[in-house]
């Protein structure tokens, strides 16, 4: 698994991000939801890997805290693990 630092910036017209591990690499978008998404799908591909570790930064230096620590690539979309509460809906499980 390769570790890349990523570095989000926010304009006025959205977001963009750049990483310095990975030359010449940036993505856009208007929300900073489907940036995340952008370069969560994105990097594996481009670097074709399996999956890849993000260390996320705001460009002012604030580190972003994920729960997921890899984005999996090959194998499909992310799987996510359900707990199967009383009532009988699924829903995700979280741990602290």
Avoid at 18 to 31: C, F, L, R
Avoid at 35 to 64: C, I, M, N, Y
Wanted: proline fraction near 5%; hydrophobic fraction near 40%.
């Amino acid at each position: 698994m390769r570790s890349v630092t990523v570095v989000y910036h926010r304009e006025d017209e959205g977001w963009w991000a750049e990483s310095p591990d990975v030359k010449g690499y940036t993505a856009a978008d208007d929300s900073f939801a489907g940036l995340r998404k952008l370069v969560q799908e994105g990097l594996p591909f481009l670097l074709d890997v399996d999956a890849v570790h993000l260390s996320e930064q705001l460009a002012d230096g604030a580190t972003l805290y994920s729960s997921f620590k890899s984005w999996p690539f090959r194998g499909g979309a992310a799987r996510e693990s359900f707990a199967q509460p009383q009532n009988g809906s699924a829903m995700p499980a979280m741990s602290l």
